[in-house]
């Protein structure tokens, strides 16, 4: 019987980009865009608050698009400063390249396993779903998964009794299963 887990987040996750006022390095998203319209050219910015000192760093969502070109939805939520669409734009791999930032998820994170009834089995098949792109060990997930120590899900990788067609280490942001034998 396959397990459905899925990793979900709590909040959005921090902006890790240097601060010109402190020197701080994790700014949080306000939720709030700014949107200057040059007669026919439009600029929009996720705005984004320092940790430390507070002061607002500027992220290009668009930079001198005709307005025309932008569709009338996404500027409606533009201006109506849309929650959704804040967590969409920090996640997307262009606004990030483009303003050379990364993304904190620590603690911006949970672990939906739906129960433990599954832990006392002998063979555990298990999916793991991410709902939004947040890289994580899988050895983390499956240790706090299963309620094991780390070493322990180590020690199991290296005896093949936790088998994955995708590599447990390193960090993982897409969907994989794998399957635990005791």
């Known amino acids: ?3 459905n887990w899925m990793v979900v ?4 996750p921090l902006v890790r980009r240097r601060c010109h006022t402190c020197a701080s390095e994790r700014f949080r998203a306000s939720g709030k865009f ?4 040059n007669h ?4 929009v910015w996720l705005l984004a608050l320092c940790t430390a000192c507070g002061e607002t760093a500027k992220l290009t969502v668009l930079e001198r698009m005709t307005v025309r070109s932008v569709r009338p939805e996404l500027l409606d939520r533009l201006h109506d400063n849309d929650p959704g669409l804040t967590a969409e734009l920090l996640q997307d791999p262009v606004v990030q390249r483009r303003n050379r930032v990364a993304l904190d998820w620590d603690d911006a994170w949970r672990l939906d396993t739906g129960g433990s009834d599954h832990l006392d089995r002998e063979v555990i098949d298990i999916s793991v779903r991410f709902a939004a792109r947040i890289p ?3 050895v983390r997930l499956i240790a706090e998964g299963c309620d094991l120590p780390r070493a322990e899900v180590d020690r199991l990788i290296a005896a093949g009794k ?3 067609a995708v590599r447990l280490s390193g960090k993982l942001s897409s969907d994989f299963t794998f399957t635990l034998k005791r």
Do not use: E, G, W
């Open 9 to 12: 987040p709590t909040c959005l």
């Open 136 to 138: 994580v060990r899988p």
């Open 34 to 37: 700014r949107v200057n319209a």
């Open 40 to 43: 026919k050219l439009i600029d």
């Open 1 to 3: 019987m396959l397990k």
């Open 162 to 164: 936790l088998v994955s």
